[in-house]
């Protein structure tokens, strides 16, 4: 048969007209616009999905053609086939999109067409950046303190913060007295950073709200939400006398136990039975316990001889020690340690002395009381970790590093003595260490290679 437009032969269809002529008569993109205007906001690097959500996307990722595709109203009406970008300069404002549609034109007649739509990127602030550049500070605070007399807690929460770049909505960080503020525009990022925290470390929460504006013709008002969250004042390897009560609904475990790890609960470890126990963060904010010696009393020994009794738990072994402290090696003392496993002899282990010590506790008076000494309950000597003394001593800087997050101090902490800056480095030092020393530790964070100057390459 021939076209009914042009004349030349083609098979028979119901249209009886050629592809070119149906081509030229008809144009399936009528009614889909060319051109269109994405907008961008240059503070927070993300794109306006109409109606008021700002999304964020990479240039010529599926995000965004997502929202390239939503732009266009009459795509609806045809079956789209397939889209992609077609290249443009990162700074060019453009963005190309080539789309393959296809629709029924006449009775079982189907026609395909390919076509290009260019969008103009415009930039536009959002409103969180808008208040942020109109100084309107914050509207929702998270306040995270912990009681204790070192910054370890804080500098392990930087790490995992920023690995899991759970601050990527704040406004503003503050350094303040026992902690840190986080600040935000918006209540539920606040919320969403008080849920993490609270999944790795065991801490409490109180919320309060501030009444910042009402209008009382159409009911809204204005709030200022802040969220305090405190931190167990007790880290790992601290030396932890917990209730009676509360040892025996632990498994019956010792009152006298070593914390081995802090989550959202805290594992504590009893050192002359192996026995462990979980204290939730409920039990442990209805029933607080205290810490009786930190790091700070940590106190190295050198291991003359160890002897295991073959029982384990994990990691852990249980064995008698004897060792001596490195400072006066003619005085030796036999340990019933945990640390079996790990220990050999001519290690070196740091551990707490407790043979004069007198705790203000009134846990400890009562175990003390009951002839815990007597009993074994209250050993002379707790040895808590292996130490690496030889490893320190080597003249190397370290071939890694950690980044940390920018944060603004306050009015009162700007002051800092310079025994309170040697204290931070001190702590920062020891951080450090503990990462070096403990795999577990290092595995929870980002290290990042450091890169070696000319002059230091001797020593990387």
Known sequence: SLCASCGTVIAPNPANMCINCIRNDVDITEGIPKQATVHYCKGCDRYLQPPNIWVVAELESKELLTLCLKKLRGLSKVRLVDAGFIWTEPHSRRIKVKLTIQKEVFANTILQQVFVVEYMVATQQCEECTRVAAQLTWKAVVQVRQKVSHKRTFLWLEQVILKHNAHQNTTNIKEAKDGIDFYYTSRSHAIRMVEFLQGIVPAKVKGSEQLISQDTHAGTANYKFSYSLEIAPICKDDLVILNPKVAKSLSD???????????????????????????RNTVFWDQPCATLCNIS??????????????VHNGRFGLATAEVAKTKDLGTTYLVRTHLGNILRPGDHVLGYDLRNANFNDENWDKLVAKGGSKQGNI???????????????????RNWKLKTITVEEEVEAMGKSKSEKAKADQDYELFL????????????????????????FNTC
């Open 433 to 456: 260490r503990d990462i070096e020393e403990d795999p577990e530790l290092r595995g929870m964070i980002n290290l990042y290679k450091r890169k070696c100057s000319l002059s230091s």
């Open 297 to 310: 009393d940590l106190v190295e020994f050198y291991v003359i001889d160890i002897n295991h009794e073959g």
């Open 253 to 279: 475990v010792s009152p006298l136990v070593l914390c081995n790890k802090v989550s959202n609960s805290l594992n504590l470890i009893d050192p002359n039975t192996l026995k462990t126990a979980e204290m």
């Open 379 to 397: 050993p002379d000597i707790v040895l808590v970790r292996k130490s690496y003394p030889n490893a320190r001593k080597k003249i190397k800087s």
